[in-house]
């Protein structure tokens, strides 16, 4: 099985504020099987060492108002997100966690760790969507919702039936 993750956070380092967590469970032919979603509250996160950029405030000033305020609704205590999610990814041990870059799982990782939280995934499960759109120099495909993390998800899993296409995998 595998799992494609996305984040939205507050800044760039491993122990950025995390926004919200998107993810959706997908099979080898890229066929979307559960997906999730949750924003979460920000004062929460600030007692447990995580950390903002004042770069990235910035940025999120710049952005669409829509998304910003999508990021309120129903919002959820960290702790609380970690359980759901690990309840929600497969308990397969070879589940494999996509996501584009090396962002998402060293962020999500030091979430876990910071609140003594069990990882779901293991590290050398980690796939990196990033390298093989620059391995195959093709383009990612336009996402009309950008920084919604669920959406965020569900085009990059796009990007990779693209990509798996083309390796001949179908």
């Known amino acids: 099985m595998n799992v494609m993750v996305d984040i939205e956070t507050l800044g760039q380092?491993?122990?950025?504020?995390?926004?919200?967590?998107?993810?959706?469970?997908?099979?080898?032919?890229?066929s979307v099987q559960d997906e999730f979603y949750r924003n979460i509250t920000i004062p929460h996160q600030y007692k447990d060492k995580f950390t903002?950029?004042?770069?990235?405030?910035?940025?999120w000033k710049q952005q669409d108002k829509k998304i910003i305020k999508s990021l309120g609704i129903d919002k959820q205590p960290l702790?609380?997100?970690?359980?759901?999610?690990?309840?929600?990814?497969?308990?397969?041990?070879d589940t494999r966690f996509w996501s584009r870059g090396c962002f998402d799982a060293p962020i999500l990782t030091h979430a876990f760790k910071a609140l003594n939280k069990y990882t779901p995934w293991?590290?050398?499960n980690e796939m990196d969507l990033r390298t093989l759109t620059n391995f195959?120099?093709?383009?990612?495909?336009?996402?009309?919702?950008?920084?919604n993390a669920l959406a965020d998800c569900?085009?990059?899993?796009e990007h990779l039936k693209?990509?798996?296409k083309l390796l001949g995998v179908e």
Request: no cysteine; net charge negative.
């Open 13 to 30: 380092s491993h122990t950025a504020v995390i926004l919200s967590i998107g993810a959706v469970i997908f099979d080898q032919k890229g």
């Open 52 to 59: 903002t950029d004042q770069s990235t405030i910035d940025w």
């Open 79 to 93: 702790d609380k997100v970690l359980d759901d999610f690990i309840a929600f990814f497969p308990k397969e041990s």
């Open 122 to 124: 293991h590290w050398a």
């Open 136 to 147: 195959f120099n093709i383009d990612k495909p336009k996402n009309k919702s950008a920084h």
């Open 154 to 157: 569900h085009a990059q899993l």
């Open 162 to 164: 693209i990509l798996l």
